[in-house]
C-alpha cells in the first residue's frame, strides 16, 4: 500500500510559478515512476510528467515541456513539480501517481499508474 499526499497548489497570476510536492509512503519508492497527472472540470485526466524510479529518465506533455520540471528525492520519499510561466490553461486539479510495477518505460496514460493521491488545486488566473 502507498499513500500520496500533495502539496503547494494555489491561486497565482499568469506568468507566474508555483511548486507542487508529494509525500509518499513505502519502503521501495525508489523503485517507482512518479507521475504529475492534471484534471480540469468537465475534461479528462491528462498526463503532465513523470519521472523513473533513479530520477534519471523524465517525460513531459508538450504542452508543459519547458515550463514544467519533475524531480524526486529518494532520500525523502518525494517528488516535485515546477511550474513556471504559468497559463490560466494550466488551471485544473493536479495529482502524484505512482507506478509500482518496476517499469521499463514511463506511461503516460493514467491506467498505468496503481496508486493516487487526493489532488491539489491550482489556478491561474488571467
Known amino acids: 500500500q502507498v499513500e500520496l499526499v500533495e502539496s503547494g497548489g494555489g491561486l497565482v497570476q499568469a506568468g507566474g510559478s508555483l511548486r507542487l510536492s508529494c509525500a509518499a509512503s513505502?519502503?521501495?519508492?525508489?523503485?517507482?515512476?512518479m507521475a504529475w497527472f492534471r484534471q480540469a472540470p468537465g475534461k479528462e485526466r491528462e498526463f503532465v510528467a513523470a519521472?523513473?524510479?533513479?530520477?534519471?529518465?523524465?517525460n513531459y506533455a508538450g504542452s508543459v515541456k519547458g515550463r514544467f520540471t519533475i524531480s524526486r528525492d529518494n532520500a525523502k520519499n518525494t517528488v516535485s513539480l515546477q511550474m513556471i510561466s504559468l497559463k490560466p490553461e494550466d488551471t485544473a486539479r493536479y495529482y502524484c501517481?505512482?507506478?509500482?510495477?518496476?517499469?521499463?518505460?514511463?506511461?503516460?496514460?493514467?491506467?498505468?499508474?496503481?496508486?493516487w493521491g487526493q489532488g491539489t488545486q491550482v489556478t491561474v488566473s488571467s
Open positions: 513505502g519502503r521501495t519508492f525508489s523503485r517507482y515512476a
Open positions: 519521472i523513473s524510479g533513479n530520477g534519471v529518465i523524465t
Open positions: 501517481a505512482a507506478d509500482t510495477t518496476v517499469p521499463r518505460t514511463l506511461k503516460p496514460y493514467a491506467s498505468a499508474y496503481d496508486y
